[in-house]
C-alpha cells in the first residue's frame, strides 16, 4: 500500500495502482489534495471511474493501449461486419508495428512508411485511407488527454491507385454463361446477375417468394453479409437498394425451368445461405465447368490444367448488364434504379465511360474502313497488271 505524503506545497499526494502495461509492469497514477478528506474523496472518484471502465491516462501509454480504449469506449460501429472489418485492418497492419510504441513517440513517418509499404503491394486507395483514419482517431484521444500536443497521423498521405478498369463481358463469353449456365450451383447465380444485375449478396439473399412470376419481376429488399465466415441476412446500405427489376425473357426462362415453391434460390449444399468460402468454392466450379465447355481442361496429378477463359467475376457480370442496359437504350434514371445505386453520378460515370468506349470503336471502325478503301485502287491495278 503506498504511503500517504505531505508535500512542499502543502498538499497530500498518495500513489495507487490503476493498472498493468502490456509488460506486465504495474501504472501507477498520483493523485492529491489540499486535506487528507479531499485526497481520500479524489482517490475514491478514481477508482470509481477504474471500476466503470474510464480510461486513466498516464504519459508513457503505448499505441496499444490506446486502440484497446478506442475498441472498449469510442468506436461505435454501424454493424458487426464493420467492426470486425476494422478490427482486422488494426490487428493485421497497424499494432504489429505500432502496438508496442509509446504514443508520445510516434511521428508522422511511423505510418506514412505502414502506408507505403501497402501501397506497394497493391492495397486499395480506399483500404489505405480506412486504416490511416484507424490509426488518427486512435492518436486523436491522446490529443484530447493532452499527453501530446498533436495528431502525428494527420499529415500521412495516401498513394492514389488506380483500381483496375471493370469491363463488361465480350460476347462470347455472355454467350459461354448463357448456353452453359446448368449444371453448377452458381449457374442460376451467374445468370441473375447477368440479365437482373444484382449484387452477390442479393442474390445469395434471394428466397423464391421473392420473385414473382406473374409481373416478371424481382423484389430486393436483404442481402447476405459474412463476418468471420458466418453469413447472415441485412437490410441494404440505402434506400435505393431496396428495388423492384422486370425479369428479361431469357432469365425467365432459367428461373421457371429451376423453380421452386419456397426458400433461397442460390443455397448451399444444405440448402443454407452461403458462407464466405462455399460462395468461393461454388464460383471457382462454375469456372471450371465453363473452362472445359470452351474447351479447357481439369488438371489431375502431374497433367496441368488447360485455361482457355479469363477470370470472370460475380461484379463483371452485374457490369455486364449495366452495358447491355445501355446499348438497350435505357435510360441514365431507369438504369440507376434497375442497379440500385443511391447516387445517380454512379450511374452517369457508367454510362459515360460505355459512351466514350463506344466512340473509340466507332473510330476505330472508321480508320479501318478507310484503309481498306485506300487499299483497294491498288488491288485492282494489280489485277489490271
Known sequence: MAKLKKREDGRYQKSIIVGKKPNGKYIKKSVYGKTQKELEANINALTNEINSGVAVWHNDIS???????WSDQYFQPESEKWKYTQQTYLKNHLLPVLGAMHAKDLKQIHLQTIINKLASEGYATSTMKKIKQIAEQIMKIAVDSDLIVKNPFSGVKVPSIAPEERRALTESEIDLITENWRGTRMGVAAMIMLYAGLRIGEVLALEWNDIDFEKRT????KARIVVKNRPSLK????KAGVRIIPIPEVLYEVLCSVRK????????????LMSGVSQTNAWKSFLNHLNE?????KGSGPRKPVIVIDKITPHMLRHTYATILFDAGVDVKSAQKFLGHSDIEVTLEIYTHLSKFKE???????DEHLKERKKEPEIRLLRAL
Request: charged share 20%.
Open 218 to 221: 424481382i423484389s430486393i429488399s
Open 293 to 297: 465447355c470452351a474447351g479447357g481442361r
Open 235 to 238: 437490410a441494404p446500405k440505402t
Open 63 to 69: 499505441f496499444l493501449e490506446l486502440s484497446g480504449i
Open 360 to 366: 473509340e470503336k466507332a473510330i476505330q471502325a472508321l
Open 261 to 272: 415453391k419456397r426458400g433461397l434460390v442460390c443455397p448451399d449444399v444444405n440448402g443454407n
